[in-house]
């Protein structure tokens, strides 16, 4: 005979417990809703990234394009006025009567020159010793033996020299420009000629976009020669620290950077020319990318805008959608019951009409068994 085990009180109170305790299931409108959102959201979030990473990708592409441009233009001003100054110099060394290094004649061709072109304060002449033969004002002559830019022509045989100074007088920066004067190959003298860079300062100097983008110039020793603030340039102070000076002439080419300045992210682009001077413009990132940053607040409010919408039509559609199956379920939560007498009716043609039917015919078949039954 075996004997009966008494239950086991430790597993009928925990299955009592289990029981109990009430698990989360997520009903069918619960899963009908986060399935409309999945498959809704889903693109539309991934329409909405890609087109903003497109659109900053784009922005910045074309902000960097414009300060590139803009440096270019200037320094091709720049060098396109530096290479004029230095055809005429070539051209007037060719002539006769300078050639001749006899001062009277010397002197007509200085002043006709100086007459031509008015940015060209003075025009001289220099002897191998270093004194002045000729000039085309009428100030003592003077030994320039010691001039950097002589030095160059008659003891480094350069073809040309020049020096970017401050002028004595008018107190604008002006540049300096020196070749040699030869007849039939040997060296004779020095023509020189100094020059205001003030017109070309000034076109740098007031160039702006926006309210934060600005250029400047310096020279090939990184002085400047034309820069907003006045005071730089009558310092002649030099930028060599600058993040696109020092960028420059490091390998002497082009350079786009994105460097601190004033405690703001700024861009800049430095470009310069086959003597060493060098244009750089410069922005402020945020100025640069106002426009990306307007089209990222419209393009995420308008992303906000669809998200809600699509939230709101699938809260909407989920229960237009589940709602019949809820109200069927508890008709046959009725009729189990044995509430037999509220009529099932559903309007449409669809399989969830076609079940409402079925549900009242099942209830009226019901309902005349009981009948019969009760007879």
Not at 140 to 151: H, I, M, N, Q
Not at 249 to 267: I, Q
Request: charged residues 20%; positive net charge; hydrophobic residues 45%.
């Amino acid at each position: 005979m075996s004997m009966q085990q008494p239950p086991n009180e430790s597993g009928a109170s925990g299955s009592t417990k289990a029981e109990r305790t009430p698990r989360f299931r997520a009903g069918l409108l619960a899963k009908t809703t986060l399935t409309l959102l999945i498959v809704g959201l889903g693109p539309l979030l991934a329409f909405g990234v890609i087109t903003l990473a497109q659109q900053r990708t784009s922005l910045r592409g074309e902000a960097d394009k414009s300060l590139q441009t803009n440096a270019e233009h200037i320094s091709a001003q720049v060098g396109e006025w530096f290479d004029k100054n230095v055809r005429v110099l070539r051209t007037v060394v060719t002539l006769p009567a300078v050639t001749a290094m006899q001062r009277e004649e010397q002197t007509k061709v200085l002043v006709a020159v100086k007459k031509a072109y008015p940015w060209m304060y003075l025009v001289f002449t220099i002897g191998l010793d270093g004194k002045n033969i000729a000039r085309s004002d009428d100030l003592p002559l003077v030994d320039y033996s010691e001039r950097a830019y002589f030095k160059d022509i008659v003891t480094g045989g350069k073809d040309l020299s020049w020096e970017t100074v401050l002028g004595k007088t008018s107190g604008k920066p002006s540049l300096l420009i020196a070749i040699p004067i030869r007849v039939n190959g040997a060296l004779v003298g020095v023509l020189a000629a100094g020059m205001t860079i003030e017109e070309t300062s000034r076109s740098i100097a007031n160039w702006k976009s926006g309210s934060t983008g600005f250029a400047f110039l310096v020279d090939e020793q990184s002085k400047v020669l034309a820069h907003p603030r006045e005071d730089f340039v009558l310092a002649q102070r030099k930028l060599a620290e600058h993040p696109m000076i020092k960028a420059f002439h490091s390998d002497n080419k082009a350079h786009l950077l994105s460097f601190p300045d004033d405690g703001k992210t700024t861009l800049g682009y430095v470009h310069g020319d086959k003597s060493g001077w060098a244009v750089v413009v410069q922005q402020s990132e945020d100025e640069l990318l106002g426009p990306l940053h307007t089209t990222a607040t419209v393009g995420i409010g308008l992303l906000i805008a669809a998200v809600l919408l699509v939230v709101a039509s699938g809260l909407v559609f989920s229960r237009l959608l589940v709602r019949p199956l809820v109200e069927m379920t508890a008709a046959a939560d009725r009729m189990s019951m044995g509430e037999l007498n509220t009529p099932i009716q559903w309007k449409g043609h669809d399989e969830l009409s076609k079940l409402a039917r079925s549900l009242e015919r099942m209830r009226k078949s019901m309902r005349a068994a009981m009948a019969r039954l009760s007879g």
